[in-house]
């Protein structure tokens, strides 16, 4: 009779931790939040017998929550290379092109106005690995798994846009040499190749594209051509991180393939207790499988938060502005002085993809600045439903120019809406006011008249926005151009 009353307080206790909604947000269109709290039984000054597992329970959970924040960037690739493989049927040697609106929907926090070219190579199939390069004006980089930049490409790289060949030499090859190459020695398995072309002609990318190819070392005598491929017209796809239990098969899957870190090596031991180890099948039993399940939601609630309303210091652009900077790792390396930046890792893993030294340029004129908005003025989340008015002042702080983007909240992804189109840019014929101003406008109808300055949203579905500047001048940095916040007009 003591055994089966200690199963049903377990009972109890596991129902309290995963699946009560004890408390709920105010918009009645939300799901409720489960609040994790065990009620530990204590037997004078130690915890009861029975008490135990559900100690150990809470462990098991709260650990599975910061593995959930930890492997976002791994995660985030790893689905995205399977939908190159199996969606797309790219091989790792071949180039998918991103061009159209369509081709980037699934694209976590994608720009929308310039292409994209793009190749997961698999270095535990084709050993060390040939990127040719052709002379053109490029700007590419080489990232591992884990989403650290490891090299540039192009004219910010090596062959200064005069082409070259690289050689991507896997992480268990030592004093690898090959003369007449860049060696780039890989920190992972699986590797991202990125690159956008910079000349604005098509017919130029597209000859220069031709150029480009991809091949194992060991084939270079006589290597299969790379293709050009893009993603499929008839299919949706979203290479964004799974969520539920198949976001924990994800991350054991490329775990087989990826050398551990001595950094990684407590998330590791953590994972152990989760069914998921190096070396052996995913096979979780039934109270693992629980508490994985309930992880990955409540870990992603906390992305939310990490993500949306980010803690950092001196976060804002604008101290009494809502625009957050979007690059809010030190280094690309992501490591600080005296610690790995675990949390500014996963807030901007969980909505990007991809981060490199000319993303977070503080030199005038070059490379790119982002900022964020999640908020209107009034701190509001940003709302399908609502209308809102963005007015960017003359003289936007861009050499090349300036884009702004909506996405939606829920995938991180280009808002996918009847009008087929997130972005509004300085390449775009937008209607100007008197003073060189723009107003910008976002909501489910297009005000009358200003069609051409104004997004869709989608009631039901919150939104964010990135603002890019493409050549951030010296205005931008000083803070001596201002932009307002993003307002609800009623």
């Known amino acids: 009779m003591k055994s089966k009353c200690l199963i049903i307080l377990a009972l109890i206790s596991l129902l309290l931790n995963f699946g009560c909604k004890e408390s709920t947000i105010k918009n009645p269109d939300s799901k409720a939040i489960s609040q994790s709290s065990s009620e530990i039984k204590m037997d004078g000054d130690l915890p009861s017998k029975e008490s135990i597992p559900l100690l150990f329970d809470e462990m098991d959970f709260q650990q599975a929550t910061q593995c959930y924040l930890w492997g976002l960037p791994i995660v985030a690739f790893a689905e995205w290379q399977q939908q190159h493989y199996k969606a797309f049927n790219a091989t790792s040697n071949d180039l998918v092109l991103y061009n159209s609106y369509h081709d980037r929907l699934g694209i976590l926090t994608a ?57 991507l030499v896997p992480p268990t090859m030592k004093d690898f040499k090959a003369d007449g ?11 991202f190749f990125g690159f956008r072309t910079l000349d604005p002609d098509p017919k130029v990318t597209e000859e220069l594209l031709k150029k480009v190819k991809i091949y194992p070392y060991a084939q270079r005598a006589n290597p299969t051509a790379t293709k050009v491929i893009s993603p499929p017209t008839d299919k949706n796809w979203y290479g964004i991180q799974p969520s539920g239990i198949k976001y924990w098969e994800r991350l054991h899957a490329i775990l087989q393939d990826e050398p551990v870190e001595e950094r990684d090596r407590f998330f590791m031991a953590w994972l152990k207790n989760l069914g998921i180890e190096k070396g052996k099948p995913f096979a979780p039993d039934e109270r693992q499988k629980k508490i994985l399940i309930a992880a990955a939601e409540k870990g992603q609630q906390m992305a939310m938060a990490n993500s949306f309303e980010k803690r950092f210091a001196d976060v804002k652009h604008w101290p009494d502005k809502k625009w957050d900077y979007v690059m809010i790792l030190s280094d690309p390396s992501q490591r600080a002085a005296n610690y790995d930046e675990f949390f500014e890792r996963s807030s901007y893993f969980y909505e990007a993809v991809t981060y490199s030294k000319a993303m977070m340029t503080k030199i005038p004129n070059v490379g790119q600045a982002y900022l964020g908005a999640y908020f209107d003025n009034n701190g509001n989340w940003l709302d399908g439903s609502k209308n809102y008015i963005l007015n960017i002042p003359a003289n936007p702080p861009a050499v090349n120019f300036w884009s702004i983007t909506v996405y939606d909240s829920a995938t991180r992804c280009l808002i996918d809406n009847p009008q087929k189109n997130a972005d509004l840019s300085s390449r775009k014929d937008l209607i100007k006011n008197s003073d060189g101003s723009v107003d910008l406008y976002f909501g489910p109808k297009a005000p009358v008249g200003k069609e051409k300055n104004w997004v869709q949203t989608l009631p039901g579905k919150h939104w964010f926005t990135y603002m890019r500047f493409y050549g951030p001048t010296t205005a931008y940095f000083d803070k001596s151009w201002k932009m307002d916040d993003i307002k609800e007009v009623k």
């Open 111 to 167: 720009n929308a106005t310039t292409p994209y070219v793009m190749s997961f190579i698999d270095l535990k199939a084709n050993g060390p690995t040939v990127i040719e390069m052709p002379a053109g004006k490029t700007a590419g980089g080489l990232a591992d798994f884990w989403q650290r930049e490891q090299a540039t490409i192009g004219e910010m790289g090596p062959d200064k846009g005069k082409g070259g060949k690289y050689v």
């Open 181 to 191: 190459y860049y060696i780039i020695p890989c920190y992972t398995v699986n590797m």
